[in-house]
């Protein structure tokens, strides 16, 4: 038996047209999950792109099935928190229905990440422009969760979110927090943003435990693999395995 063949199988359909893996997934959890992805095709980082995009999930939950996903995770916050919560619910169960496999989302997940914390008030470190960051916003406080600083990259162009270096998230992650230092926790939302290079350097500036939508979404398709998901070397919140119930 193949060393891929003994692990769970879990698809990710990522906002992008291509089919790469996030990194964060790989370097987390490749050990011990075989991903596959699927592009959903994302044209903008916006309400017209977001809603073009949700048209492909059903069709690509289905093909992650053909490949033999035992899961679906929906890698793409935005993509799936732009109307609120019930939408966000609504497009999870899109995917459900079509691939008859249990689903979950970025958004579903940093929100148990926060809540892991008991996180209520965050201040926001995100790639979005202003209508995608005032859903985000009122997203999060459905659940709570009060938003009392933003820093933001106002990025619409899908091609500009993917080449942000870590550099420019750890800044942007600073400047989140210099507008509410009392602030809980700091969340760096956009699953393109890539944090694992720097939560630990950033929580260090900081004092602050980061939750990241990247680095919560392959905790959420750890958990629902049934895996362990603690890992070193990449946070506070991973350290400790980020809590019982992700997705």
Not at 39 to 54: H, V
Not at 221 to 238: E, K, N, P, Q, V
């Amino acid at each position: 038996m193949t060393e891929s063949s003994t692990r769970p199988k879990i698809g990710l359909i990522t906002p992008p047209s291509s089919n790469h893996i996030p990194p964060e997934c790989e370097t987390l959890y490749g050990d011990a999950i075989e991903f596959a992805a699927r592009g959903a095709s994302l044209k903008s980082l916006d309400i017209e792109g977001y809603t073009d995009a949700e048209t492909r999930i059903a069709g690509l939950a289905e093909e992650l099935r053909d490949w033999g996903a035992r899961a679906i995770v929906l890698f793409g916050t935005s993509m799936t928190f732009y109307r609120g919560c019930d939408h966000m619910r609504t497009i999870e169960t899109m995917a459900v229905k079509a691939s008859g496999l249990p689903a979950t989302s970025l958004s579903s997940s940093i929100i148990a990440a926060l809540q892991s914390i008991d996180a209520s008030n965050v201040v926001l470190g995100t790639a979005y422009v202003d209508e995608v960051n005032q859903a985000l916003i009122a997203f999060l406080s459905e659940f709570g969760i009060t938003t009392s600083g933003l820093s933001a990259m106002d990025i619409r162009d899908v091609r500009k979110v993917e080449q942000v270096t870590s550099r420019e998230v750890l800044e942007t992650g600073l400047r989140a927090f210099e507008t509410n230092p009392d602030a809980d926790a700091i969340l760096i939302s956009c699953g393109a943003l890539h944090t694992l290079e720097i939560t630990e350097a950033l929580e260090r500036e900081t004092g602050k435990t980061v939750i990241s939508s990247a680095v919560a979404g392959a905790w959420g398709a750890a958990a629902i693999a049934g895996i362990d998901t603690r890992r070193s070397g990449y946070g506070h919140w991973l350290e400790t395995g980020g809590g019982s119930d992700a997705a």
